[in-house]
């Protein structure tokens, strides 16, 4: 490394998460009677109930799988730029992923494209809340009530987003969040499903009683996990557990494994255990303050990327307050993009890619795609890069950050 910036932080032995997590405090794994992480959660999007699983993948499996049993239909449309988990999930459940091209230079599916993708084989489209932004729920709704499919909305990275006052997650047939590490509140690994009709919500229980197991070894491996996450999501010691190996997957060429994007098709199925689940509720009551402190640093942070000129930030459209664990960014062009990673992927700042690819370019998930073209996703993928917006990262260094993005975007 020959950029200060970078050369600088690394000699520090510092390391900043690329998405502002919630992090734990070690009286959270004292359980609480009171604590309940159901009902906490429950109140904090203001729903009658929820679901918990053991990720937002098996949130999206049963989920699938509740609505694949009372439908022939055996289609599901996703945005073709999104975690490689989706499509893992609904392969799982033997259904078929349709990639749906994103409108030009959003993370939203072209109205268009939808509606020409959706027909009488769909059984559900999922608008999906990506980088803490309010996705288009509106036409995802509007063409799943022509073509008759329900619609799930992915709010995986969007918990406590609202549109018009409602929390996202709530607008769909079926809604679910992430509690993995680093989308905010976690659980090392978790998920949640809310439905806004009570039969529905009785069938999603239903079939988690059927198709998920115990799995008492991966509640117990999650445990320890949780522990670790509890000890290492720290600016002093996340070198260890995020940077060294981004680093190395990075010299190595390795993009999908610096994402973070090397996952595996075969998605874990177990009960998520009483105690994990009460670190959570405890951890639960700090979220409102945390969000409310992460929107008041982004806003000022936001103009400050936005004044780049060649630069632009994903933002939120009237009547949408999105979350901000990150800033999603788009330069003008791929090259340019590049220039910029090339000096702060590796420098301790919390700069990252989101997903590596557009799905259709990931060779694991090629099976489930073929030949599909989705140049809108793949444009997106290869000019976009993200921020973190965790407290960690100091003024000046977010100042270092955008004047090698200015640099980058002028050359
Ligand atoms: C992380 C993520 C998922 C999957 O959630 P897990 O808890 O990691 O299984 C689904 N969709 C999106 C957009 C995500 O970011």
Redesign the pocket.
Known sequence: MHDAAAGRSTTRWREIPPTAGLPLRWHDFVPRPDASLERGFASFIGTPSVQVEC??????IVALETLKRGSARRSVVIPAY??P??PL?IAHCGLRPVACDLADGHFDMCPRTLEGLCDSDTLAIVP???AGRVADVESALRVARRVGAAVIE????ALGATWHGEPVGTFGDVG?Y???AG?GLTLY???VIVARDAELRAALHRTSREIVPAGRLWEARRLLELAGYAMFYRPSWLQLAYGVPLRRALRRGKLIEATGDDFSAN?PLHRVGAWRKQVGANALKRLPGSLALLAEQAASRKTRLAAIPGVSVAGDSPGRHGVWPFFLVLMESEGKRDAALARLWMSGLGITR??AHALVDYPYLARHFGTVHTPNARTFAARMLTISNSPWLADEDFEQVCAVLDECARA
């Open positions: 990720s937002g993948s098996a949130a999206l999104t975690c988990l989706v999930a999906t809340h990506l992915d709010a995986a990275q679910f992430s509690l993995a989308k690994e978790g998920g998605i989101l997903f």
